[in-house]
């Protein structure tokens, strides 16, 4: 019985592990978009003491290593006895995490954005929040499409770092099942592809996402 | 196109007969912006200074002076995108900007008053990810509450005057400046505020596209809108205009209707100022 055998063996494991991956994937990238919306807000300014926290915030999460704050919630929190699981644990900090790349990313769009179009939007009656979410933000979203596609990248190879807390995500599968038969290469090699093809189809899915904002000349794909 | 055309009373012409076709005469004494003693500064630089201005209703002023007289800001107080130091001014009886406490309004209300005027910029500031159409409804929609059917019917009709339905669909970045100028005209109309204010509408346009925005405004003066614009087109402004005001360093230093203020003004300075822009 050959190595590769061994592991179409355990396909099932695989499976699961892949199926736990994206939901985690799915889950905290919503929640991180909708983070790094509600920040981009607050730092629109209608709320001044805000501003300057969030500021910090984002940065202290951009220069924080991305496993520390895993261990923070999942070690650190119950100190404070707040306990999360593994499983929530992982989520929230992919969510909190890439949510303030997300944030810093939409935030540098912002300081180009036309200050004529906010003017045209105030002088058509236009309060803060609505001109936020249905003028300043969709082109926003639209400029900044490619660097969301590679974040997403970063966010999707960020949840294999959950396996250190025992999330049972797609490389734990891998870990486990080198470990229980001693086929290291094959099992990761097995792994990446699972990465690798999720990569590509969100790659093509974003490109795709291009020619809706290129028809409104955001940009040219 | 505009020269030696005698300028027509607002209201004449073009009116349809279910609107009241006040002519000179007859015109309403109703006051549709009324500024009073406005004063600004920027950087300790005085741009206004102690400003009164009238503006009845279905007039259309037209506010001339060189490049740092201060006409735009002028403009610009009217619906509060510039904050003036001191002074008021209301549109259709109501102040803007400041509550009946004396305290500035807040952002709601102040988002009303500004919903009775509608603004055209020197630079469009369209919104680029919505097209024509939905540039048009978007405020109505979503600051008047208007449904979706009665904001594009709406629409369509204000695309029509403007000459632009055929574009509809197009989105701004495939429009012209003269294009793109008339769908902001659209864009303001739709709001159907009690004063539009132009803020040099022609100025960021190629020669041969300001023809086509002027005869929009123009069409529009004859069908009554009170309109303050800001020009430097002084055919057009001669043509379109009841009352014109001239501004200098911040003071209005003359104010007649079209005839006296193009033939026969009382200062020195708009006399060498319409010298100049003659030729």
């Known amino acids: ?221 | 196109m505009f020269e030696k055309s005698t300028p027509e009373p607002a209201g004449s012409g073009q009116t349809t007969p279910e609107q009241s076709a006040p002519d000179d005469t007859a015109r309403s004494d109703r006051i549709a912006v009324s500024i009073r003693h406005l004063s600004k500064s920027f950087d300790g630089v005085e741009v206004l200074r102690d400003v009164d201005l009238e503006v009845r209703e279905g007039d259309v002023v037209t506010i001339l002076g060189s490049s740092g007289s201060g006409k735009s800001t002028l403009l610009r107080c009217i619906n509060w995108l510039e904050r003036p130091d001191s002074g008021s001014i209301h549109i259709g009886g109501q102040r803007i900007g400041v509550n009946d406490a004396g305290r500035p309004m807040p952002v709601r209300e102040l988002a009303k008053v500004r919903a009775r005027t509608g603004m055209v910029f020197q630079s469009f500031n369209l919104w680029p990810h919505l097209n024509v159409l939905h540039n048009v409804t978007e405020a109505p929609i979503h600051v008047l509450g208007k449904s979706k059917a009665e904001a594009e019917a709406l629409a369509r009709d204000l695309l029509e005057k403007v000459g632009m339905s055929p574009k509809a669909d197009a989105y701004p970045s495939t429009l012209s400046g003269g294009q793109k100028q008339r769908v902001a005209i659209a864009r303001a109309l739709a709001m159907q505020p009690e004063v539009m204010l132009f803020d040099e509408p022609t100025s960021a346009l190629d020669p041969e596209l300001v023809g086509e925005v002027l005869a929009v405004i123009k069409d529009l003066s004859a069908e009554g809108y009170t309109m303050v614009i800001v020009t430097h087109e002084m055919a057009f402004a001669r043509a379109v205009s009841d009352q014109v005001v001239f501004l200098e360093k911040g003071l209005i230093i003359e104010q007649a209707d079209p005839e006296t203020f193009f033939t026969n003004a009382s200062t020195e300075r708009v006399r060498q100022f319409l010298e100049r822009n003659e030729g």
């Open chain 1, 1 to 221: 019985m050959s190595n590769w055998e061994i592991l179409w063996g355990a396909r099932e494991q695989f499976w699961s592990g892949f199926a736990s991956t994206m939901e985690i994937f799915g889950l905290s990238i919503s929640a991180a978009f909708a983070i790094g919306c509600g920040m981009l807000y607050l730092l629109e300014g209608s709320r001044p003491r805000l501003t300057v926290p969030v500021r910090v915030f984002i940065d202290a999460m951009r220069m924080l290593p991305f496993l520390i704050l895993v261990y923070l919630l999942y070690y650190g929190l119950p100190a404070f006895d707040i306990r999360l699981d593994a499983w929530w644990s992982g989520v929230g900090a992919l969510a909190v995490y890439h949510g303030c790349y997300f944030a810093e990313i939409f935030r540098g769009a912002r300081l180009t954005f036309p200050p004529g179009q906010v003017e045209a939007a105030k002088a058509h009656g236009f309060t803060k929040g609505k001109m936020f979410f249905r003028l300043i933000l969709p082109q926003i979203v639209m400029q900044t499409r490619p660097l969301l596609g590679n974040q997403l990248i970063y966010a999707l190879k960020d949840t294999a770092f959950l396996v250190i807390i025992t999330v049972q995500e797609l490389t734990a599968a891998a870990n486990s099942l080198s470990g229980t038969y001693f086929i290291p290469t094959e099992a990761f090699i097995v792994v990446i592809g699972f990465y690798w093809a999720v990569s590509v189809v969100m790659e093509i899915i974003i490109k795709q996402c291009g020619r809706f904002s290129a028809k409104r000349g955001f940009d040219h794909v």
